[in-house]
């Protein structure tokens, strides 16, 4: 969805002085996150982070989500994701959950309506994916 990435960062300094609380809780989730990463702790507890960081951030401004991003978490977390974080510059493009393999499948069906784009980790960096509808 074609959303300006500058109109959302813009409102959310604007609205800074009245958030530096929110933004020192997503500063707090890094380290957080390292330790989950590195093995501390349960990895679904990451999925947990995700969701709390998300929640967070839409708190940053109103521009952050839409009503369309909103009903994809939702159903999403209707449907076995643990958490999630939106992706791409403008506030759309991607929305990444995190899933327990056993209700990946019920996710999957439950967002048939989206292009289901596969995640891993890897060690290769940023790369260029190019898509064409078939």
Not at 5 to 11: G, T
Not at 70 to 97: Q, S, W
Request: glycine share 10%.
């Amino acid at each position: 969805m074609p959303r300006t990435a500058s109109k959302i960062e813009k409102d959310k300094i604007e609205n800074l002085p009245k958030k530096n609380g929110e933004f020192a809780k997503i500063h707090e989730m890094v380290d957080e996150a390292i330790e989950i990463l590195n093995g501390e702790g349960e990895l679904s507890d990451f999925g947990k982070l995700l969701d709390r960081s998300w929640k967070i951030k839409k708190s940053l401004s109103e521009k952050v989500s839409t009503n369309y991003i909103d009903y994809v978490y939702d159903t999403a977390m209707k449907n076995g994701a643990i958490g999630g974080k939106v992706l791409g510059a403008g506030g759309g493009g991607f929305v990444l959950f995190f899933v327990r393999p056993k209700d990946k499948n019920k996710l999957l069906k439950a967002l048939g309506f989206l292009l289901h784009v596969p995640f891993r980790f890897d060690s290769l960096g940023s790369q260029i994916i190019y898509y064409t509808e078939s």
